[in-house]
Nanobody, 128 residues
């Protein structure tokens, strides 16, 4: 059974940093891709970044501020977030996608319907 547990959320001021962690159980990074998504109040879920087989993908708005850190030894994928802004306030989720030849993950990494497994989320609040 695949289980994902996020941690590391909290409250910070504008310009601060946080590192979120996604601990994955029941899967290996060799067969699964892991994505980070977020959902702000009143908005839909949006893709932040994803990792698969040595490749990372970032949504354009997060490049340069957010960085994925991969820990293969313990199946953990961290999301290092810097220069945080109030607009980054959201619930952050990690999700898992089992790779198949039929799905072009590079083109569709940010589609939430591609991920059948989700964690419970961790809240990030950025105050001005």
């Amino acid at each position: 059974e695949v289980q994902l547990v996020e941690s590391g959320g909290g409250s910070v001021q504008t310009g601060g940093s946080l590192r979120l962690s996604c601990a994955a159980d029941g899967l290996t990074f060799a067969r699964y891709a892991i994505g980070w998504f977020r959902q702000s109040p009143g908005k839909g879920r949006e893709g932040v970044a994803a990792y698969t087989l040595g490749s990372t993908h970032y949504a354009r708005s997060f490049r340069g501020r957010f960085t994925l850190l991969i820990h293969n030894a313990n199946n953990t994928l961290d999301l290092e977030m810097t220069s945080l802004k109030p607009d980054d306030t959201a619930m952050y989720y990690c999700a898992a996608h089992r790779r198949t030849a039929a799905y072009n993950f590079a083109l569709g990494w940010d589609r939430e319907e591609a991920y059948p497994y989700w964690g419970q989320g961790t809240q990030v609040t950025v105050s001005s």
